[in-house]
């Protein structure tokens, strides 16, 4: 097999922070190993219009701490059909690409999925605050992710103490309770709702109400957005046991932001890892942190396993609530 000359780049589906930090370490790992990096703006989109350039090290420069993706990405419906699959491998092909690096989600790994089995390598590389990612102990941006929550649940934990209040937070985690479970834990909530274990809204506002009697003046409730909405736990606890809290629904702020040491250094790692491994031949796979290293698994088995919260840090969270 001749040596690899060129490899697409794209960052696709929700961005998280992170990214950048790890689109820097490919064109670097690249220049490294004597290959060029042709990065594709907007995703899958911009693989379809061919809207690319070639990126060198001065494109990557002064991008470590910003959060978001100097790519751009967006959601391309089109790409789940054979024709826009076909499409894309001609632009690859147009392109002298050897190989792709897709940075995204679940979703993205599909769509990069769908490419490798036509012929091109592929390698993934799992960007996603929700966590939701098998193969993959911490995805990138989670722990940023995490740490914005932490630090807005703790301003609101000075307002609900001086008001005596409940307060219902509504974090992202369309199918993972991750952010909500990890926050609940890091912040002393009282209750944490994800979508993973099933909840007694009853038996959550009977344990507020005791717990006020006892005096404790204020409560911090988390929802995960896949569990239910803040609005709607908020109403529950109003009509069984009148209480009266506010809502906090976080939304996009936990996507952005500078990304924390960890994601810098885990985009960094993965960055580098993912250009080594096409260079080795792997394709249909992603690059994941596993107990402390980059491991490589295939698309299959990603798609195959779900990931699990693992039943010690929901006990954890319960105790810890009460
Ligand atoms: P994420 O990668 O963050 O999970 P999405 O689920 O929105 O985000 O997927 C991002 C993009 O990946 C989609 O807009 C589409 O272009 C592509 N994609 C998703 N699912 C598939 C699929 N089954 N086949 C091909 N491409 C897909």
Known sequence: MPKMKKIGLLTSGGDSPGINPCIRAVVHE???????VVAFKRGFAGLLDNDCFEMVLNDVSGIIQ??????????CEEFKYEEAQKEAINNLIKNECDGLIVIGGDGSFRGACAIADRGVQVVGIPATIDNDIYGADMALGTDTAMNSIIEVIDKIKDTASSHERTFIIETMGRNSGYLALMSGIATGAEAVLIPEVRYDLEKIALRIKNR????????????????????????????IAGIISKITVLGHIQRGGSPSAFDRVLGSRLGSTAVLHLLKDKTSCMVGLVKGDI???????????????GPSLI????????
């Open 212 to 239: 006020y009697k006892q005096g404790k003046i204020s409560n911090i409730i988390i929802v995960a957005e896949g569990a239910a909405t803040a609005y709607h736990v908020g109403r529950q606890l109003s009509k």
């Open 295 to 309: 491991k490589v698994s295939s698309f299959d088995t990603v798609f195959n396993n779900k990931k699990e919260l």
């Open 30 to 36: 690249a220049v490294q190993q004597n290959v060029k």
């Open 66 to 75: 910003k959060g978001g993706t100097i790519l751009l990405t967006s959601r």
């Open 315 to 322: 006990k954890l969270a319960e105790v810890l609530g009460k």
